[in-house]
């Protein structure tokens, strides 16, 4: 019996080391990436919200403002790797081979995409959490457009961060004549209750698109899909906003003139 018992008790030992290495190895850094991804994979937001890290939770505020950012872009994970993974001081970084689909909104049409994707870690109460706060905290897709005989501004989403507020736009000539546009020069934001937002134009690349900085030229049935950000001092409490994109100027024309798209749900 003492035998019999003395075996039992060396497999349970066994079983619990077992459950113990895989209990550390789901814990470690890469064993929380990977069940990150997994509830990615499978549009899980909440499980995948769960993970984040407590600031990250705290930007996002909510599962649903969460997941919207990936219904904005409309954004599938098909597959990944890790490939590589360091720690220091309760930090982690990790290198992710991605292979996903998005929304392209230059063409219009669902992009394949893959290559490398870095993450971040951080260590909180003993238990690593995902740092993936480089999106907007909300985001959502919309379809207001502006023409003005050849020109066509179209607003295809906007995206909330941190005091600032941010849209995809693309501008279109379909003409058989240039034409320049200097957003950056007197374009505005206003919301239904006539409140001016100021457009951030600072040579940060980050915050601002450097094509329509420096100043966008389209050829002839040219187009261009690039962002406008915007400074918000405060919550938003607009329902409705109108973008006035200023000035435009076609070559071999005289006058500047400007387009304004109505319509932008907040």
């Known amino acids: 019996m ?3 018992v003395a ?3 060396a497999v349970l030992g066994v079983v619990l080391v077992a459950a113990k290495a895989r209990s550390a190895e789901q814990n470690a850094p890469a064993g929380v ?8 994979q499978r549009q899980n ?3 995948a919200y769960a993970l984040l890290t407590t600031n990250d939770r705290r930007y996002f505020r909510s599962v649903e403002n969460y997941a919207s950012v990936f219904g904005a872009d409309r954004f599938r994970l098909d597959a990944y790797t890790i490939r590589r993974t360091s720690t220091a001081n309760r930090r982690a970084q990790a290198l992710v081979r991605e292979r996903f689909r998005v929304f392209d909104l230059a063409h219009d049409r669902e992009a394949n995409v893959n290559g490398f994707v870095a993450y971040r870690l951080a260590e909180e109460a003993g238990m690593w959490h995902v740092d993936d706060a480089d999106h907007p905290w909300k985001a959502h897709a919309v ?3 502006a023409q003005d005989g050849d020109v066509r501004i179209t ?3 906007v995206g909330y961060f941190e005091r600032r507020m941010q849209l995809a736009v693309t501008f279109a000539n379909l003409g058989d004549r240039a034409v320049t546009f200097l957003p950056y020069d007197r374009s ?4 239904e209750r006539g409140r001016d937002y100021p457009i951030i134009a600072v040579k940060d690349w980050r915050l601002t698109d450097r094509t329509l900085f420096l100043g966008l030229r389209l050829p002839a049935q040219g187009q261009y899909t690039g962002t406008l950000t915007f400074e918000l001092a405060s919550p938003v409490q607009a329902r409705m906003f109108t973008l006035t ?3 435009a100027l076609r070559e071999g024309g005289e006058q500047p003139f400007a387009v304004e798209v109505v319509g932008i749900a907040a």
Do not use: E, N, S
């Not at 990436?33 to 990615?40: E, N, R």
């Open 188 to 191: 505005t934001l206003r919301d």
């Open 2 to 4: 003492r035998t019999i």
């Open 155 to 157: 607003v295809k989403k």
């Open 7 to 9: 075996c039992g008790l």
């Open 45 to 47: 937001f909440a499980q």
């Open 143 to 145: 379809d207001a457009r």
């Open 245 to 247: 994109i200023a000035p």
């Open 33 to 40: 990436l990977a069940h990150y991804l997994d509830a990615l």
